[in-house]
C-alpha cells in the first residue's frame, strides 16, 4: 500500500522570503500523480500544484514549484516570495495512475504561518 | 465554476443518533469521496464511490456505511454516532476512468460533534 509522509507538522516563514515543505511517499508503482493541496482557515481545499512521476521537469505554478526527485521518493514543495495569504495547512497527496478508483492518499499535513 | 456541496457545515449530535452527511457534486464526476480530517492525522478515506451504486471501503470505514442512488449524490452515514467519530469530514469528487492528472474538488467540510 502506498504512504505519504509530511515530517513537518508546523513551519513558519517570514513574508516576502522563501519556505520549502517536505513530502516523502512510499509506493512500488511507477506510474502516478503527486500534488500540493491548501487548506486556509475556510476550509477550502485547493489545489496548488501537481506532477506527474513520468515527467522529470518539476511542475512550476507562479510563486510554486516542486523538487521531485522520484528515486528518493521526495516531493517538496517551494513557495517563494511568500504572501500573508499562504498561510494554511498544506497537504502533499498520492494518486495511482491507473486503479484504486482515482483517490487520493494524503499526508499528515504542514501548517504554514506567515509573519508580517 | 465547478462545485461540490456538503449539507452542514457544522453538526452536533448525540451518542446513539444516526447521522446523515450529504454530499452533492455538479460536475458529473464519475468518483465520490468521503473523507475523514483529524490534527495530526491527515485525511484519511473512509469510502469511495466510483459509479452509481458501486461503493468501496477506504481505509476507516468501520463504523460508517456510504449511499450511491444519483450520480450527483453520495452520502455518509454513521449507523450509531460515537464521541470517537467527532471529526471534521470532507467530501471530494473527481473524473472516472484514466484520468491523468486531473484534480479532485473538495466541499468546505462537515465539522461533526457527537456529545
Known amino acids: 500500500a502506498q504512504t505519504v509522509t509530511q515530517s513537518q507538522p508546523e513551519m513558519s516563514v517570514q513574508e516576502a522570503e522563501t519556505v520549502t515543505l517536505s513530502c516523502t511517499y512510499d509506493?512500488?508503482?511507477?506510474?502516478?500523480?503527486l500534488f500540493w493541496y491548501k487548506q486556509p482557515p475556510s476550509r477550502q481545499m485547493i489545489l496548488v500544484i501537481r506532477q506527474e512521476a513520468y515527467k522529470q521537469q518539476n511542475a512550476t505554478e507562479n510563486r510554486f514549484s516542486v523538487n521531485f526527485q522520484k528515486a528518493a521518493k521526495s516531493f517538496s514543495l517551494k513557495i517563494s516570495d511568500s504572501q500573508l495569504g499562504d498561510a494554511a495547512m498544506y497537504f502533499c497527496?498520492?494518486?495511482?495512475?491507473?486503479?484504486?478508483?482515482?483517490?487520493?492518499?494524503f499526508g499528515q499535513g504542514t501548517e504554514l504561518s506567515v509573519k508580517p | 465554476d465547478v462545485k461540490v456541496t456538503q449539507s452542514s457545515r457544522y453538526l452536533v449530535k448525540r451518542t446513539g443518533e444516526k447521522v446523515f452527511l450529504e454530499c452533492v457534486q455538479d460536475m458529473d464526476h464519475e468518483n465520490m469521496f468521503w473523507y475523514r480530517q483529524d490534527p495530526g492525522l491527515g485525511l484519511r478515506l473512509i469510502y469511495f464511490s466510483y459509479d452509481v451504486k458501486m461503493k468501496e471501503k477506504g481505509d476507516i470505514p468501520e463504523g460508517y456505511s456510504v449511499s450511491r442512488e444519483k450520480k450527483e449524490r453520495f452520502s455518509l452515514i454513521l449507523e450509531s454516532a460515537s464521541t470517537n467519530q467527532t471529526s471534521m469530514y470532507l467530501c471530494a469528487s473527481s473524473p472516472g476512468g484514466l484520468m491523468g492528472d486531473t484534480e479532485a474538488f473538495f466541499g468546505q467540510g462537515t465539522r461533526l460533534t457527537v456529545v
Open positions: 509506493t512500488s508503482e511507477s506510474d502516478y500523480y
Open positions: 497527496a498520492y494518486r495511482s495512475r491507473y486503479n484504486q478508483g482515482g483517490k487520493l492518499i
